[in-house]
């Protein structure tokens, strides 16, 4: 467990995007812009250690509104292993989690009955400009039954179809909304409805109090993880469960 936390500190160093990142090595100019105005502000709050943390399990129940029926949520609700994914739908590093680990998750762990996967909004409002209303599409999705299409369409076409102009960016989560089959009005007040942007910042201001102020994180049945760490950290993790 000791070597399994002191690898994942290294990785997380290259791994999550927020407001107390340290220095990394960018692949994209996004990456760097990212990483320069995170690394010249202050922690939203004082962040937990790196690596695994207790997270009692119960509160996040609660606090979070975990139900079976959750339509942010893929797997088994009896299976033994919970998975809170935080994200942020103009995050780098969450689209990678997306890209390269979120697949076999889905697969090896997710469809074999070993983990339920929740997804949770943390729009990091001050280095994203869009992510709030990206957070806010996906809710309003969700309402329709259909938020991980959503989830899919905004991670899989950001920095080409959309991102960082809120208001234009309105406008295409829209033509999302129709092209997926949602019921275009309902999904357009929805957007418009300053309730649904509350709810988001409820979520993301529950996230903060919990230590939770970075992107992507995972909380693995009450351990915290930072970063878009690769399958296999999961995979041990969810093993000793």
Known sequence: MKRLSLWMILVFILTACGSYAPPVTSETTEEL???SIANNRPPTIPPLPPGPTPTPRP?????FDLRDDDPRALGDPNAPVLIIEFTDFECTFCQRFFQETRPQILSELVETGKVRLVVRDLPLTTIHP?????????????????????YERLFSS???????????DRVVFGEFADQLGLDGATFRACLDDPESEKAVLNEMQAALALGINSTPNFVVNGQLVRGAQPF????ELVSQQ
Do not use: I, K
């Open 158 to 168: 950001h920095q080409q179809e959309w991102g960082g102009v809120p208001q234009r």
């Open 232 to 235: 296999r950290v999961f995979e």
């Open 130 to 150: 869009s992510a709030l209303v990206a957070a806010v599409a996906a809710q309003c999705a969700a309402d329709q039954g259909q938020f991980f299409p959503m």
């Open 33 to 35: 812009r990212q990483t």
């Open 59 to 63: 509160a996040l129940n609660e606090v």
